[in-house]
């Protein structure tokens, strides 16, 4: 079936840099998408959410760019902080459900003091 | 605001018992989910509910696994009897309306291990 794929699965970064993570989805009739932010051992925390009929929406620290194009969404992290540090994923709506999610399979984020 | 709140954090038992899951909601959201984490399949929806009502059940693995919401604000995941595979985190969410347009809000989970 179709699913929502990560490109990275691990991720980088200094303390203080920017961070993008990339997240590629398959079903083109989504409209609406979510990212999430694990840390270790608690469940997954919303961070921000985007509908299809926009591209860009901000949030503290965090962007969403959504790319219909190509079918993209990124997540991008503004001076980033070691608290940052988890596994985010991104989730779309599942095909022919009402209220079920699909969720990619996450990247870990580490941030480098 | 009080999120989604689970217990137990932590089970450990033996394959065969009885294994009880609960989640109270956050207050005045009328979804709730339940799903399992693994490394190996991720993050699976097990069931959901809407306003305290079934609505697909269709993710849960077997007979062995049952779920109920008795009220708005409970909600009870049994597993019976037990197996080493069903080891895993089992995660509770909850969401304001049945529109997929609501993030889901989840509680910390409940790391199951069955010995």
Known sequence: GENVGLHLPTLSVQEGDNSIINCAYSNSASDYFIWYKQESGKGPQFIIDIRSNMDKRQGQRVTVLLNKTVKHLSLQIAATQPGDSAV???????????????????TQLTVLP | DAGV?????????EMGQEVTLRCKPISGHNSLFWYRQTMMRGL???IYFN???PIDDSGMPEDRFSAKMPNASFSTLKIQPSEPRDSAVYF???????????PQHFGDGTRLSIL
Not at chain 1, 88 to 106: D, M, N, V
């Open chain 1, 88 to 106: 985010y994923f991104c989730a779309e709506p599942s095909p022919g459900s009402a209220r079920q999610l699909t969720f990619g399979s996450g």
């Open chain 2, 5 to 13: 709140i689970q217990s137990p954090r932590h089970e450990v038992t």
């Open chain 2, 44 to 46: 699976e929806l097990l």
């Open chain 2, 51 to 53: 306003n305290n009502v």
């Open chain 2, 92 to 102: 509770c969410a909850s969401s304001l309306g049945f529109s997929h347009n609501q």
